[in-house]
Nanobody, 127 residues
């Protein structure tokens, strides 16, 4: 299985921005659908965004982050990014990336569909 490492989390003020990175090792990320999930204290893990594999750029977002978040991939660097703008305190959570080997037409936000997970990176939105 591909190994995933997230980075880019931190403390940011409301209205600020962060860019999270999900780097892959031991596999070619190009062939995987990649999703971001988050889990806040006391809450269930929720899907945030997903990007399909290969060159067909199909993306999906949770309603709570649409317009504010974008997802992209750099296959030459084996990295997927989550750009988070206009951050709100309710965006505070541990963010995880997950990967699943898939055709270019598939992507989703159900955690049960993903078999490889990173360790997470903490995002805190607070003044």
């Amino acid at each position: 299985q591909v190994q995933l490492v997230e980075s880019g989390g931190g403390l940011v003020q409301p209205g600020g921005s962060l860019r999270l990175s999900c780097a892959a090792f031991g596999g070619t990320l190009e062939y995987y659908a990649i999703a971001w999930f988050r889990q806040a204290p006391g809450k269930e893990r929720e899907g945030v965004s997903c990007i399909s594999s290969e060159d067909v750029t199909y993306t999906t977002f949770a309603d709570s982050v649409k317009v504010r978040f974008t997802i992209s991939r750099d296959n030459t660097r084996n990295v997927v990014y989550l750009q988070m703008n206009s951050l709100k305190p309710e965006d505070t959570a541990v963010y995880y990336c997950a990967a699943e080997f898939a055709s270019s037409s598939w992507c989703g936000l159900d955690s049960a569909d993903f078999s490889s997970w990173g360790q997470g990176t903490q995002v805190i939105v607070s003044s």
